[in-house]
Protein backbone atom coordinates (compact mmCIF):
# COMPACT_ATOMS: atom_id res chain seq x y z
CA UNK A 1 0.00 0.00 0.00
CA UNK A 2 2.70 2.37 0.74
CA UNK A 3 4.89 1.07 -1.48
CA UNK A 4 2.24 1.84 -4.07
CA UNK A 5 1.56 5.37 -2.81
CA UNK A 6 5.45 6.23 -3.09
CA UNK A 7 5.67 4.65 -6.69
CA UNK A 8 2.85 7.32 -7.50
CA UNK A 9 4.77 10.16 -5.76
CA UNK A 10 7.89 9.34 -8.20
CA UNK A 11 5.63 8.81 -11.11
CA UNK A 12 4.74 12.55 -10.41
CA UNK A 13 8.10 13.45 -9.40
CA UNK A 14 9.15 12.40 -12.65
CA UNK A 15 6.75 13.69 -14.92
CA UNK A 16 7.54 17.06 -13.06
CA UNK A 17 10.90 16.62 -13.46
CA UNK A 18 11.16 15.87 -17.09
CA UNK A 19 8.46 19.03 -17.80
CA UNK A 20 10.35 21.53 -16.79
CA UNK A 21 13.93 19.90 -18.12
CA UNK A 22 11.96 20.02 -21.44
CA UNK A 23 10.67 23.67 -20.58
CA UNK A 24 14.31 24.64 -19.96
CA UNK A 25 15.61 23.00 -22.76
CA UNK A 26 12.91 25.28 -24.69
CA UNK A 27 14.21 28.09 -23.47
CA UNK A 28 17.59 27.63 -23.50
CA UNK A 29 17.26 26.92 -27.52
CA UNK A 30 14.98 29.78 -28.28
CA UNK A 31 18.05 32.09 -26.64
CA UNK A 32 20.10 30.26 -28.90
CA UNK A 33 17.58 30.64 -31.61
CA UNK A 34 17.59 34.68 -31.12
CA UNK A 35 21.17 35.10 -30.91
CA UNK A 36 21.55 33.63 -34.11
CA UNK A 37 18.90 36.17 -36.07
CA UNK A 38 21.45 38.84 -37.32
CA UNK A 39 23.00 35.95 -38.73
CA UNK A 40 19.87 34.78 -40.17
CA UNK A 41 18.24 37.97 -41.42
CA UNK A 42 21.91 38.90 -43.68
CA UNK A 43 20.86 35.45 -45.11
CA UNK A 44 17.38 36.62 -46.16
CA UNK A 45 17.48 34.51 -49.38
CA UNK A 46 16.95 31.18 -46.96
CA UNK A 47 14.07 32.73 -44.95
CA UNK A 48 12.08 33.65 -48.36
CA UNK A 49 12.88 30.31 -49.31
CA UNK A 50 11.06 29.37 -46.23
CA UNK A 51 8.52 31.71 -46.34
CA UNK A 52 7.10 30.10 -49.43
CA UNK A 53 6.98 26.71 -48.23
CA UNK A 54 6.06 27.73 -44.53
CA UNK A 55 3.58 30.75 -45.58
CA UNK A 56 2.40 30.58 -49.39
CA UNK A 57 1.85 26.80 -49.21
CA UNK A 58 -0.67 27.85 -46.18
CA UNK A 59 -2.50 30.47 -48.20
CA UNK A 60 -5.18 27.91 -49.92
CA UNK A 61 -6.20 26.21 -46.71
CA UNK A 62 -6.26 29.63 -44.93
CA UNK A 63 -8.34 31.24 -47.48
CA UNK A 64 -10.56 28.78 -48.41
CA UNK A 65 -11.40 28.62 -44.39
CA UNK A 66 -11.87 31.76 -43.89
CA UNK A 67 -14.06 32.36 -46.74
CA UNK A 68 -16.42 29.61 -45.08
CA UNK A 69 -16.15 30.36 -41.27
CA UNK A 70 -16.53 34.05 -42.65
CA UNK A 71 -19.88 32.97 -44.67
CA UNK A 72 -20.97 30.54 -41.48
CA UNK A 73 -20.76 33.64 -39.33
CA UNK A 74 -22.73 35.70 -41.80
CA UNK A 75 -25.90 32.51 -41.41
CA UNK A 76 -25.62 32.56 -37.81
CA UNK A 77 -25.43 35.87 -36.94
CA UNK A 78 -27.84 36.91 -39.44
CA UNK A 79 -30.25 34.24 -37.67
CA UNK A 80 -30.19 35.78 -33.97
CA UNK A 81 -29.60 39.20 -35.00
CA UNK A 82 -33.18 39.42 -37.18
CA UNK A 83 -34.57 38.30 -34.01
CA UNK A 84 -34.11 41.69 -32.45
CA UNK A 85 -34.48 43.48 -35.83
CA UNK A 86 -30.66 44.40 -35.73
CA UNK A 87 -29.47 42.33 -38.84
CA UNK A 88 -27.58 45.45 -39.79
CA UNK A 89 -25.11 44.88 -37.21
CA UNK A 90 -24.69 41.60 -39.19
CA UNK A 91 -21.51 43.81 -40.15
CA UNK A 92 -19.91 44.41 -36.81
CA UNK A 93 -20.33 40.79 -35.30
CA UNK A 94 -19.00 39.36 -38.47
CA UNK A 95 -15.87 42.11 -38.63
CA UNK A 96 -15.00 42.14 -34.72
CA UNK A 97 -15.49 38.19 -34.20
CA UNK A 98 -13.28 37.80 -37.40
CA UNK A 99 -10.49 40.66 -36.35
CA UNK A 100 -10.29 39.86 -32.65
CA UNK A 101 -10.78 36.08 -32.23
CA UNK A 102 -11.31 33.89 -35.28
CA UNK A 103 -8.64 35.39 -37.63
CA UNK A 104 -6.03 35.05 -35.39
CA UNK A 105 -6.68 31.95 -33.70
CA UNK A 106 -8.31 29.96 -36.42
CA UNK A 107 -5.59 31.04 -38.65
CA UNK A 108 -2.72 29.73 -36.16
CA UNK A 109 -4.15 26.46 -35.33
CA UNK A 110 -4.38 25.82 -39.13
CA UNK A 111 -0.82 26.74 -39.23
CA UNK A 112 -0.03 24.52 -36.32
CA UNK A 113 -1.17 21.80 -38.67
CA UNK A 114 -0.32 22.46 -41.72
CA UNK A 115 3.05 24.22 -41.55
CA UNK A 116 3.83 23.36 -37.70
CA UNK A 117 3.84 19.63 -38.28
CA UNK A 118 6.00 19.72 -41.33
CA UNK A 119 8.56 21.82 -39.67
CA UNK A 120 9.12 19.67 -36.84
CA UNK A 121 9.04 15.91 -39.68
CA UNK A 122 11.58 18.04 -41.73
CA UNK A 123 13.96 18.89 -38.89
CA UNK A 124 13.46 15.80 -37.04
CA UNK A 125 13.84 13.72 -39.91
CA UNK A 126 17.03 15.69 -40.81
CA UNK A 127 18.63 15.16 -37.06
CA UNK A 128 17.76 11.66 -37.71
CA UNK A 129 19.46 10.93 -40.76
CA UNK A 130 21.86 13.21 -38.87
CA UNK A 131 22.48 15.97 -41.40
CA UNK A 132 22.46 18.62 -38.51
CA UNK A 133 25.19 16.45 -37.04
CA UNK A 134 26.71 16.31 -40.24
CA UNK A 135 26.37 20.80 -40.65
CA UNK A 136 28.33 21.08 -37.35
CA UNK A 137 31.15 18.96 -38.88
CA UNK A 138 31.24 21.14 -41.80
CA UNK A 139 31.15 24.49 -39.37
CA UNK A 140 27.81 25.69 -40.27
CA UNK A 141 25.94 26.36 -37.50
CA UNK A 142 22.25 24.48 -38.18
CA UNK A 143 20.65 27.43 -35.93
CA UNK A 144 21.75 29.96 -39.06
CA UNK A 145 21.57 27.46 -41.74
CA UNK A 146 17.98 25.04 -40.68
CA UNK A 147 16.16 26.28 -37.92
CA UNK A 148 16.58 30.31 -37.77
CA UNK A 149 15.30 30.58 -41.22
CA UNK A 150 12.13 28.92 -40.62
CA UNK A 151 11.64 30.57 -37.27
CA UNK A 152 11.64 33.92 -39.12
CA UNK A 153 9.32 32.27 -41.54
CA UNK A 154 7.22 31.60 -39.42
CA UNK A 155 7.07 35.04 -37.58
CA UNK A 156 7.14 36.38 -41.27
CA UNK A 157 4.05 34.19 -42.15
CA UNK A 158 1.57 33.93 -39.69
CA UNK A 159 0.51 37.62 -39.64
CA UNK A 160 0.10 38.07 -43.19
CA UNK A 161 -2.11 34.73 -43.38
CA UNK A 162 -4.22 35.79 -40.24
CA UNK A 163 -4.65 38.97 -41.68
CA UNK A 164 -5.95 37.14 -44.91
CA UNK A 165 -8.08 35.35 -43.30
CA UNK A 166 -9.84 38.02 -41.58
CA UNK A 167 -10.13 39.97 -44.84
CA UNK A 168 -11.52 37.08 -46.95
CA UNK A 169 -13.55 36.28 -43.34
CA UNK A 170 -15.22 39.52 -43.95
CA UNK A 171 -16.06 38.88 -47.73
CA UNK A 172 -17.66 35.81 -47.11
CA UNK A 173 -19.54 37.23 -44.31
CA UNK A 174 -20.59 40.15 -46.72
CA UNK A 175 -21.46 37.28 -49.44
CA UNK A 176 -23.94 35.38 -47.55
CA UNK A 177 -25.51 38.59 -45.85
CA UNK A 178 -25.47 41.07 -48.17
CA UNK A 179 -25.85 38.81 -51.33
CA UNK A 180 -27.96 35.79 -50.06
CA UNK A 181 -30.08 37.26 -47.28
CA UNK A 182 -30.71 40.72 -48.40
CA UNK A 183 -28.87 43.03 -45.23
CA UNK A 184 -28.85 46.30 -46.11
CA UNK A 185 -25.53 46.89 -48.02
CA UNK A 186 -24.41 50.42 -46.61
CA UNK A 187 -25.52 49.25 -43.27
CA UNK A 188 -23.15 46.49 -43.30
CA UNK A 189 -20.15 48.35 -44.13
CA UNK A 190 -21.01 51.64 -42.18
CA UNK A 191 -21.59 49.72 -39.07
CA UNK A 192 -19.12 47.76 -38.99
CA UNK A 193 -16.87 50.95 -39.87
CA UNK A 194 -18.09 52.74 -36.76
CA UNK A 195 -17.60 49.84 -34.38
CA UNK A 196 -14.39 48.21 -35.53
CA UNK A 197 -11.07 50.65 -33.89
CA UNK A 198 -7.75 50.34 -35.84
CA UNK A 199 -5.98 50.28 -32.66
CA UNK A 200 -8.25 48.58 -30.40
CA UNK A 201 -9.34 45.58 -32.49
CA UNK A 202 -7.28 45.86 -35.98
CA UNK A 203 -3.45 46.30 -34.31
CA UNK A 204 -4.44 43.79 -31.48
CA UNK A 205 -5.49 41.35 -33.53
CA UNK A 206 -2.29 41.49 -35.13
CA UNK A 207 -0.38 41.41 -32.24
CA UNK A 208 -1.45 37.97 -31.47
CA UNK A 209 -1.06 36.59 -34.44
CA UNK A 210 2.43 37.50 -34.12
CA UNK A 211 2.65 36.14 -30.73
CA UNK A 212 0.82 33.34 -32.40
CA UNK A 213 3.14 32.98 -35.10
CA UNK A 214 6.12 33.24 -32.48
CA UNK A 215 4.83 30.24 -30.12
CA UNK A 216 4.09 27.98 -32.91
CA UNK A 217 7.66 27.86 -35.07
CA UNK A 218 9.27 28.28 -31.26
CA UNK A 219 7.08 24.81 -30.61
CA UNK A 220 7.81 23.49 -33.40
CA UNK A 221 11.38 24.36 -34.87
CA UNK A 222 12.28 23.06 -31.09
CA UNK A 223 10.45 19.41 -31.18
CA UNK A 224 11.92 18.76 -34.17
CA UNK A 225 15.56 19.84 -32.89
CA UNK A 226 14.82 17.74 -29.61
CA UNK A 227 13.04 14.80 -31.36
CA UNK A 228 14.09 11.18 -30.55
CA UNK A 229 16.39 10.13 -33.51
CA UNK A 230 13.97 7.18 -34.41
CA UNK A 231 11.01 7.48 -36.97
CA UNK A 232 8.80 6.54 -33.81
CA UNK A 233 10.12 9.59 -32.43
CA UNK A 234 9.97 11.94 -35.23
CA UNK A 235 5.91 10.88 -35.46
CA UNK A 236 5.72 11.84 -31.61
CA UNK A 237 7.33 14.98 -31.84
CA UNK A 238 4.77 15.55 -34.72
CA UNK A 239 2.06 15.09 -32.87
CA UNK A 240 4.01 16.59 -29.58
CA UNK A 241 3.45 19.98 -31.76
CA UNK A 242 0.11 20.21 -32.91
CA UNK A 243 -1.24 19.65 -29.49
CA UNK A 244 1.16 21.31 -27.50
CA UNK A 245 0.60 24.54 -30.10
CA UNK A 246 -3.02 24.42 -30.59
CA UNK A 247 -3.03 24.34 -26.53
CA UNK A 248 -0.39 27.35 -26.12
CA UNK A 249 -2.12 29.19 -29.19
CA UNK A 250 -5.81 28.83 -26.94
CA UNK A 251 -4.23 29.28 -23.49
CA UNK A 252 -2.33 32.48 -25.25
CA UNK A 253 -5.09 33.59 -26.82
CA UNK A 254 -7.61 34.02 -23.08
CA UNK A 255 -3.86 35.71 -21.62
CA UNK A 256 -3.81 38.44 -24.57
CA UNK A 257 -7.49 38.99 -24.62
CA UNK A 258 -7.62 39.08 -21.05
CA UNK A 259 -4.99 41.84 -21.24
CA UNK A 260 -5.96 43.67 -24.29
CA UNK A 261 -9.66 43.79 -23.95
CA UNK A 262 -11.12 43.80 -20.33
CA UNK B 1 11.85 21.78 -57.34
CA UNK B 2 10.52 25.39 -58.70
CA UNK B 3 13.44 27.67 -59.45
CA UNK B 4 14.73 30.55 -56.72
CA UNK B 5 13.65 33.19 -58.82
CA UNK B 6 9.92 31.91 -59.29
CA UNK B 7 9.97 30.78 -55.54
CA UNK B 8 11.10 34.67 -54.77
CA UNK B 9 8.86 35.96 -56.87
CA UNK B 10 5.88 34.01 -55.68
CA UNK B 11 6.74 35.05 -51.89
CA UNK B 12 6.45 38.58 -52.97
CA UNK B 13 2.95 37.99 -54.70
CA UNK B 14 2.15 36.33 -50.84
CA UNK B 15 3.66 39.51 -49.14
CA UNK B 16 1.59 41.96 -51.37
CA UNK B 17 -1.45 40.32 -50.94
CA UNK B 18 -0.99 39.58 -46.81
CA UNK B 19 -0.11 43.55 -46.81
CA UNK B 20 -3.48 44.56 -49.19
CA UNK B 21 -5.38 42.42 -46.63
CA UNK B 22 -3.90 44.32 -43.77
CA UNK B 23 -4.84 47.45 -45.62
CA UNK B 24 -8.44 46.77 -46.31
CA UNK B 25 -8.75 45.89 -42.31
CA UNK B 26 -7.63 49.06 -41.86
CA UNK B 27 -9.52 50.89 -44.40
CA UNK B 28 -11.87 49.34 -44.99
CA UNK B 29 -12.95 47.39 -41.81
CA UNK B 30 -11.79 50.11 -39.33
CA UNK B 31 -13.00 53.63 -38.87
CA UNK B 32 -9.14 54.63 -39.88
CA UNK B 33 -11.32 56.57 -42.93
CA UNK B 34 -13.36 58.63 -40.79
CA UNK B 35 -12.42 60.76 -37.97
CA UNK B 36 -9.13 60.19 -36.20
CA UNK B 37 -8.47 59.99 -32.74
CA UNK B 38 -5.98 62.09 -32.73
CA UNK B 39 -6.47 65.45 -34.54
CA UNK B 40 -8.89 68.13 -32.50
CA UNK B 41 -9.38 69.76 -29.83
CA UNK B 42 -10.96 69.39 -26.49
CA UNK B 43 -14.20 70.39 -24.86
CA UNK B 44 -15.26 69.71 -21.06
CA UNK B 45 -18.68 68.90 -20.23
CA UNK B 46 -20.02 68.47 -16.51
CA UNK B 47 -22.44 66.06 -15.76
CA UNK B 48 -24.49 64.75 -12.73
CA UNK B 49 -24.75 61.43 -14.04
CA UNK B 50 -23.63 59.71 -17.41
CA UNK B 51 -25.27 56.47 -16.84
CA UNK B 52 -23.89 53.78 -19.34
CA UNK B 53 -21.53 56.39 -21.50
CA UNK B 54 -17.70 55.18 -22.17
CA UNK B 55 -14.90 56.80 -23.30
CA UNK B 56 -14.71 56.42 -27.76
CA UNK B 57 -18.28 56.99 -27.46
CA UNK B 58 -19.41 59.48 -30.65
CA UNK B 59 -20.55 63.11 -29.86
CA UNK B 60 -23.28 63.74 -32.26
CA UNK B 61 -24.72 67.35 -33.23
CA UNK B 62 -28.08 67.25 -34.88
CA UNK B 63 -27.35 63.28 -35.78
CA UNK B 64 -23.54 64.41 -37.15
CA UNK B 65 -20.54 62.26 -35.41
CA UNK B 66 -18.55 65.44 -35.26
CA UNK B 67 -16.05 63.79 -32.27
CA UNK B 68 -15.63 61.34 -29.68
CA UNK B 69 -15.45 60.85 -25.65
CA UNK B 70 -12.20 60.98 -25.05
CA UNK B 71 -11.79 60.57 -21.47
CA UNK B 72 -14.47 60.90 -18.35
CA UNK B 73 -13.90 61.13 -14.54
CA UNK B 74 -14.85 62.82 -11.32
CA UNK B 75 -14.16 66.75 -10.42
CA UNK B 76 -12.55 66.63 -7.05
CA UNK B 77 -14.35 69.38 -5.93
CA UNK B 78 -17.64 68.86 -7.32
CA UNK B 79 -17.78 65.30 -7.37
CA UNK B 80 -19.55 65.58 -10.90
CA UNK B 81 -18.76 63.62 -14.03
CA UNK B 82 -16.45 65.16 -16.38
CA UNK B 83 -16.59 64.26 -19.35
CA UNK B 84 -13.72 64.95 -22.02
CA UNK B 85 -14.40 65.25 -25.90
CA UNK B 86 -12.29 65.40 -28.31
CA UNK B 87 -14.12 67.81 -31.30
CA UNK B 88 -13.17 67.46 -35.20
CA UNK B 89 -11.09 70.86 -36.34
CA UNK B 90 -13.62 70.57 -38.91
CA UNK B 91 -16.31 72.30 -36.21
CA UNK B 92 -13.98 74.71 -34.74
CA UNK B 93 -16.96 77.33 -34.26
CA UNK B 94 -19.52 75.38 -31.98
CA UNK B 95 -21.93 78.20 -30.54
CA UNK B 96 -21.13 79.09 -27.24
CA UNK B 97 -24.47 78.00 -25.62
CA UNK B 98 -24.55 74.90 -27.06
CA UNK B 99 -26.29 72.28 -24.50
CA UNK B 100 -24.82 68.90 -24.36
CA UNK B 101 -27.11 65.34 -23.39
CA UNK B 102 -26.37 61.72 -23.18
CA UNK B 103 -28.89 60.05 -25.10
CA UNK B 104 -28.84 55.92 -25.65
CA UNK B 105 -28.61 54.63 -29.11
CA UNK B 106 -31.00 52.14 -30.11
CA UNK B 107 -32.89 50.03 -27.65
CA UNK B 108 -30.14 47.91 -26.06
CA UNK B 109 -27.51 49.79 -27.54
CA UNK B 110 -24.59 51.88 -25.69
CA UNK B 111 -24.84 55.82 -24.79
CA UNK B 112 -23.48 58.10 -27.11
CA UNK B 113 -23.66 61.99 -26.17
CA UNK B 114 -25.59 64.29 -28.26
CA UNK B 115 -25.44 67.66 -28.60
CA UNK B 116 -28.47 70.32 -29.00
CA UNK B 117 -28.64 72.94 -31.50
CA UNK B 118 -27.80 76.10 -30.24
CA UNK B 119 -29.78 79.21 -30.77
CA UNK B 120 -26.98 82.33 -30.71
CA UNK B 121 -24.94 82.18 -33.99
CA UNK B 122 -21.31 80.76 -33.63
CA UNK B 123 -18.78 82.64 -31.40
CA UNK B 124 -15.31 82.85 -32.52
CA UNK B 125 -14.31 81.74 -29.56
CA UNK B 126 -13.46 78.05 -28.98
CA UNK B 127 -15.50 76.60 -26.51
CA UNK B 128 -13.24 75.10 -23.88
CA UNK B 129 -16.53 74.20 -21.53
CA UNK B 130 -20.30 73.64 -22.39
CA UNK B 131 -22.27 75.25 -19.12
CA UNK B 132 -25.68 73.89 -19.97
CA UNK B 133 -26.02 70.00 -19.69
CA UNK B 134 -28.40 67.63 -19.09
CA UNK B 135 -27.72 64.15 -17.33
CA UNK B 136 -28.15 60.44 -19.01
CA UNK B 137 -31.59 58.82 -18.28
CA UNK B 138 -31.73 55.99 -16.54
CA UNK B 139 -34.34 53.85 -17.18
CA UNK B 140 -34.47 52.09 -13.54
CA UNK B 141 -35.47 56.25 -12.47
CA UNK B 142 -38.08 56.62 -14.97
CA UNK B 143 -39.65 53.22 -14.09
CA UNK B 144 -39.68 54.16 -10.48
CA UNK B 145 -40.90 57.48 -10.76
CA UNK B 146 -43.56 56.17 -12.80
CA UNK B 147 -44.41 53.80 -10.20
CA UNK B 148 -44.76 56.50 -7.66
CA UNK B 149 -46.98 58.45 -9.70
CA UNK B 150 -49.01 55.86 -10.21
CA UNK B 151 -49.28 54.94 -6.48
CA UNK B 152 -50.28 58.66 -5.58
CA UNK B 153 -52.81 58.96 -8.16
CA UNK B 154 -54.31 55.74 -7.09
CA UNK B 155 -54.41 56.81 -3.53
CA UNK B 156 -56.24 60.21 -4.87
CA UNK B 157 -59.02 58.18 -6.12
CA UNK B 158 -60.14 56.25 -3.00
Same mark, same amino acid.
Given at each position: ?56 L?L ?50 L ?25 E ?91 V ?34 | ???T ?28 S ?14 L??? #???? +?? !??? %????? =????? /? ?31 L ?11 ? #???? +?? !??? %????? =????? /? ?23
Open positions: MIGGFVEFLRFLGRFGLGFFERLGRAHLFLLSLLVCLPAVVRRWRLVVLQIYSVGFSIIIVVSGLFVGMVLGLQGYNTLVDFGAEESLGVLVALSLVRELGPVVSALFAGRAGSALTAEIGLMKATEQLSAMMMAVDPFKRVIGPRFMAGFISMPLLAAMFSAVGVMGGYFVGVGLLGVDDGAFWSQMQSAVELREDILNGVIKSIVFGIAVTWIAVFEGYDTPTSEGISRATTRTVVNSSLAILGLDFILTALMFN | MLQKTIEIIVGIFVLLGLAALLMLSMKVSNLTLGDTDGYRIEAEFNIG #GLKT +RS !PVK %MAGVV =IGRVA /DIYIDSDTYNAVVVMNISNDYKNIPQDTSASITAGLLGSNISAW #GRAV +RK !PSL %MKVIE =IMITS /DAVVLEQIIGQFMYNQAASDDEEW
